[in-house]
């Protein structure tokens, strides 16, 4: 690859998708507030999307916390705190990243599944509910694959490699020169988890920012006055 494609795809395209995250957010909360919702879909089928949509929440949060560990944070501090790199990878990506993806992929392929068979559910889905259902899904088995590939790359660890390049990103001095050596999979499934990044202001997507942050800092209990009459 050239020197010009890979700082095309491994510093110019990252920074555009963040971008693109960061103040579509802002712009869509600020003048587009109104229209932020996840557009539910449970008045037309209520079943498989129960099923589906808790699979998917639950395996999605505990791979986002396994992205946090596995990429944000230098294998420098896991080695202090004892957790060697047999130990990461065996415990921390193939059994619980594996079984966090594995969950992620169930519940997608339900809601894959419901919203381009239930008649109803499809006529009412927009061009970018379809295209969200089908990038999660291709994202999330590409990331299943890498997982379960990294045994067959013996010399690679993405936590000195990928995960490098990833922080190198956010302190504005990208390291493009250690994407080289990184298998395939991992580089198209790092392509579509940040295309997703990038598109996620402009959908539904936009609803996970919803978060009831307030809960964490409001007191327990909010009494009001009584009114004076
Ligand atoms: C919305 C975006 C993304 C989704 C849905 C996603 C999903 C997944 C899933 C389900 C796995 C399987 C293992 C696990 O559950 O942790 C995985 C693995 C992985 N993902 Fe992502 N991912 C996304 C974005 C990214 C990005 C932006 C990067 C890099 C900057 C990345 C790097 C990796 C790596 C290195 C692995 C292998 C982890 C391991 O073997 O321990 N992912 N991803």
């Known amino acids: ?22 103040f579509g957010t802002i712009i869509r909360f600020t003048w587009f507030r109104a229209g932020i919702t996840a557009v539910s879909s449970e008045m037309l089928e209520k079943r498989k999307l129960m099923v589906g949509s808790l699979l998917f929440h639950v395996g999605i949060i505990l791979a986002f916390f396994g992205h946090i560990l596995g990429i944000l944070i230098p294998k420098t501090w896991t080695d202090f705190f004892g957790i060697s790199n047999e130990m990461y990878h065996i415990f921390g990506s193939l059994m ?4 966090a993806g594995l969950l992620a992929l169930a519940g997608m392929t339900i809601l894959t599944y419901r919203r381009f068979t ?23 088995i590409l990331g299943l694959a890498s997982t379960l590939s ?11 490699t990928l995960s490098v390049w990833a922080r190198s990103l956010f302190y504005l001095q990208p390291h493009w020169q250690l994407m080289a050596t990184v298998p395939v999979v991992y580089k198209i499934h790092v392509i579509c988890g940040f ?35």
Do not use: C
């Open 96 to 99: 619980m990243g594996t079984g």
């Open 150 to 160: 990294g045994p067959f790359f013996p010399g690679f660890d993405y936590r000195e």
């Open 118 to 140: 239930n008649a109803r559910v499809f006529i009412t889905s927009s061009w970018s509910d379809l295209m969200v259902n089908v990038a999660l899904l291709i994202t999330i």
């Open 1 to 22: 690859m050239s020197d010009f494609f890979s700082i095309l795809l491994w510093v110019i395209f990252p920074y555009a998708m963040l971008l693109s995250f960061v």
């Open 195 to 229: 295309l997703i990044f990038g598109f996620f202001p402009y959908t539904r997507l936009v609803h996970a920012m919803t978060l009831p942050w307030q809960y964490i800092f409001r007191r327990y209990i909010v009494y009001r006055r009584k009114p004076r009459v």
